[in-house]
């Protein structure tokens, strides 16, 4: 598989459920994010692994909990969730180059899990 | 702090009409910009980008400039297609590696 794969693509819970979402990039990438896509809002970036270390954390509630166990995996574990949080949840990744600014460094997104919280 | 701003659609249009899709963004530094499509059922894929003032970005026949006196950039297509139906989103990347998009605007094309 090439790019960037997100599973599950669907996925309906409870508010008292606990599942999670994988992400997975094949492209030598070394920063993945979880972005959040809400209908006719701004995509919200939720988290930033650099080098499996998180260097970003939106002001996320805490009943999301990302995990990054190495640089091609990235996790979002989901639990007590409300109906708010239903949403296209998107996975990323991009190449990190030393430096404050590395070009026209650019995203390579996942085809994102539709999350429907009851 | 840095923001983008793009039109809010739903655009539609006929086929082989002119498209432009406004995009202004407000950056600290000098950031590179991108135009990114999300098709239906689908995530958002690079579209084109433009990484200093003056460039121009072009793809798939689509194009915009980076305007720095302006901030703005601005996507454009001569000629568009039913097949071009899709959100658009506007991006910039600062420093550190973090990007920021704006809400997307939908291009509907009919035949």
């Known amino acids: 598989e090439t790019g960037v794969t997100q599973t599950p693509r669907h996925l309906v819970m409870g508010m008292t459920n606990k599942k999670s979402l994988k992400c997975e990039q094949h492209?030598?990438?070394?920063?993945m994010y979880w972005y959040k896509q809400s209908a006719k809002k701004p995509l919200e970036l939720m988290f930033v692994?650099?080098?499996?270390?998180?260097?970003e954390n939106n002001s996320v509630p805490s009943r999301f909990s990302p995990e990054c166990p190495n640089s091609s995996h990235l996790f979002l574990h989901l639990h007590t969730l409300q109906p708010e949080d239903s949403a296209l949840y998107l996975c990323?990744?991009?190449?990190?180059?030393?430096?404050?600014?590395?070009?026209?460094?650019?995203?390579?997104f996942g085809a994102g899990s539709r999350l429907t919280v009851l | 702090g840095n923001s983008v701003t793009q039109m809010e659609g739903p655009v539609t249009l006929s086929e082989e009409a002119f498209l432009t899709i406004n995009c202004t963004y407000t950056?600290?530094?000098?950031?590179?910009l991108f135009w990114y499509v999300q098709y239906p059922g689908e995530g958002l894929q690079l579209l084109l980008k433009?990484?200093?003032?003056?460039d121009k970005g072009s793809n798939k026949g689509f194009e915009a400039t980076y305007r720095k006196e302006t901030t703005s950039f601005h996507l454009e297509k001569g000629s568009v297609q039913v097949s071009d139906s899709a959100v658009y989103f506007c991006?910039?990347?600062?420093?550190?590696?973090?990007?920021?998009f704006g809400s997307g605007t939908k291009l509907n094309v009919k035949p």
């Open positions: 991006a910039l990347k600062g420093n550190f590696n973090k990007f920021y």
């Open positions: 950056a600290t530094g000098y950031p590179s």
């Open positions: 492209l030598g990438h070394n920063a």
């Open positions: 692994y650099n080098f499996k270390e998180q260097t």
């Open positions: 433009a990484t200093k003032a003056d």
């Open positions: 990323a990744s991009s190449h990190l180059l030393a430096g404050r600014s590395s070009g026209a460094n650019v995203l390579t």
